[in-house]
Protein backbone atom coordinates (compact mmCIF):
# COMPACT_ATOMS: atom_id res chain seq x y z
CA UNK A 1 0.00 0.00 0.00
CA UNK A 2 1.08 3.59 -0.78
CA UNK A 3 -0.52 6.77 1.38
CA UNK A 4 0.23 10.41 0.25
CA UNK A 5 -0.46 13.39 2.04
CA UNK A 6 -0.88 16.85 0.43
CA UNK A 7 -0.43 19.79 0.91
CA UNK A 8 0.06 23.21 0.02
CA UNK A 9 -2.98 24.69 -1.71
CA UNK A 10 -4.58 28.17 -0.55
CA UNK A 11 -5.78 31.41 -1.89
CA UNK A 12 -3.60 33.50 -4.63
CA UNK A 13 -4.44 36.68 -6.55
CA UNK A 14 -4.33 36.51 -10.54
CA UNK A 15 -0.62 35.69 -11.82
CA UNK A 16 0.33 34.51 -8.28
CA UNK A 17 2.22 31.60 -7.73
CA UNK A 18 1.64 28.20 -5.13
CA UNK A 19 3.44 25.36 -5.02
CA UNK A 20 1.73 22.12 -3.64
CA UNK A 21 3.66 19.25 -1.86
CA UNK A 22 2.63 15.35 -1.93
CA UNK A 23 4.78 12.54 0.81
CA UNK A 24 4.14 9.04 -0.22
CA UNK A 25 4.70 6.81 2.46
CA UNK A 26 4.09 2.70 2.37
CA UNK A 27 5.80 1.17 -0.19
CA UNK A 28 7.39 3.99 -1.64
CA UNK A 29 9.59 2.28 -3.87
CA UNK A 30 6.99 0.38 -5.75
CA UNK A 31 5.58 3.62 -7.07
CA UNK A 32 6.65 3.94 -10.95
CA UNK A 33 4.42 7.35 -11.63
CA UNK A 34 3.56 10.41 -9.37
CA UNK A 35 0.79 13.05 -10.19
CA UNK A 36 -1.17 15.88 -9.71
CA UNK A 37 -5.19 15.72 -11.27
CA UNK A 38 -7.76 18.92 -10.12
CA UNK A 39 -11.25 19.05 -10.30
CA UNK A 40 -13.24 21.67 -10.54
CA UNK A 41 -17.07 21.96 -8.97
CA UNK A 42 -19.07 20.39 -11.59
CA UNK A 43 -16.03 18.95 -13.82
CA UNK A 44 -14.63 15.79 -13.97
CA UNK A 45 -11.12 15.20 -12.20
CA UNK A 46 -8.15 15.86 -15.20
CA UNK A 47 -4.87 14.84 -15.42
CA UNK A 48 -2.53 18.40 -14.24
CA UNK A 49 0.80 16.65 -14.47
CA UNK A 50 2.35 13.29 -14.51
CA UNK A 51 6.22 12.19 -13.63
CA UNK A 52 7.52 8.46 -13.75
CA UNK A 53 10.65 6.93 -12.07
CA UNK A 54 12.77 7.44 -15.37
CA UNK A 55 11.55 10.97 -15.30
CA UNK A 56 9.23 11.32 -18.06
CA UNK A 57 7.19 13.92 -17.84
CA UNK A 58 3.39 15.01 -18.94
CA UNK A 59 1.44 18.14 -18.86
CA UNK A 60 -1.89 19.05 -19.35
CA UNK A 61 -1.97 21.38 -22.25
CA UNK A 62 -3.81 23.93 -20.35
CA UNK A 63 -0.69 24.37 -17.69
CA UNK A 64 2.50 23.80 -19.93
CA UNK A 65 4.44 26.73 -19.61
CA UNK A 66 3.18 27.67 -16.05
CA UNK A 67 3.05 24.59 -13.89
CA UNK A 68 6.61 22.48 -13.04
CA UNK A 69 6.28 18.81 -12.07
CA UNK A 70 9.22 17.50 -9.59
CA UNK A 71 9.99 14.69 -7.09
CA UNK A 72 12.38 15.38 -4.21
CA UNK A 73 15.68 13.29 -4.06
CA UNK A 74 14.13 10.51 -2.02
CA UNK A 75 11.39 10.06 -4.81
CA UNK A 76 9.22 9.88 -2.24
CA UNK A 77 8.01 13.44 -2.38
CA UNK A 78 6.24 15.04 -5.68
CA UNK A 79 5.62 18.86 -5.79
CA UNK A 80 3.81 21.00 -8.37
CA UNK A 81 4.70 24.55 -8.60
CA UNK A 82 2.75 26.84 -10.42
CA UNK A 83 3.12 30.07 -11.84
CA UNK A 84 0.94 32.54 -13.74
CA UNK A 85 -2.05 31.51 -12.19
CA UNK A 86 -5.82 32.85 -12.90
CA UNK A 87 -9.68 31.53 -11.81
CA UNK A 88 -9.57 29.00 -14.42
CA UNK A 89 -6.87 26.61 -12.05
CA UNK A 90 -9.11 27.08 -9.05
CA UNK A 91 -9.90 23.28 -8.41
CA UNK A 92 -9.48 20.70 -5.44
CA UNK A 93 -6.02 19.40 -6.31
CA UNK A 94 -5.17 15.85 -5.77
CA UNK A 95 -2.23 14.13 -6.02
CA UNK A 96 -1.97 10.66 -7.46
CA UNK A 97 0.76 7.69 -7.43
CA UNK A 98 0.35 4.69 -9.38
CA UNK A 99 2.47 1.75 -7.74
CA UNK A 100 3.30 -1.93 -7.97
CA UNK A 101 3.35 -4.64 -10.79
CA UNK A 102 -0.83 -4.17 -11.14
CA UNK A 103 -0.24 -0.71 -11.17
CA UNK A 104 -2.71 -0.24 -8.27
CA UNK A 105 -3.61 3.64 -7.35
CA UNK A 106 -3.41 5.85 -4.40
CA UNK A 107 -5.13 8.98 -4.10
CA UNK A 108 -4.38 12.13 -1.59
CA UNK A 109 -7.06 13.93 -0.04
CA UNK A 110 -7.07 16.83 -2.02
CA UNK A 111 -6.32 20.41 -1.33
CA UNK A 112 -8.29 23.05 -2.28
CA UNK A 113 -6.59 25.64 -4.83
CA UNK A 114 -8.63 29.18 -5.54
CA UNK A 115 -7.34 32.00 -7.93
CA UNK A 116 -9.55 34.87 -6.87
CA UNK A 117 -8.94 38.57 -6.51
Known amino acids: QVQLVASGGGLVQPGGSLRLSCAASGRIFSINVMGWYRQAPGKQRDLVAS???????NYQDSVKGRFTISRGNAKNTVYLQMNSLNPEDTAVYYC???????????WGQGTQVTVSL
Open 51 to 57: ITNSGLI
Open 96 to 106: NARYGSGWSEA
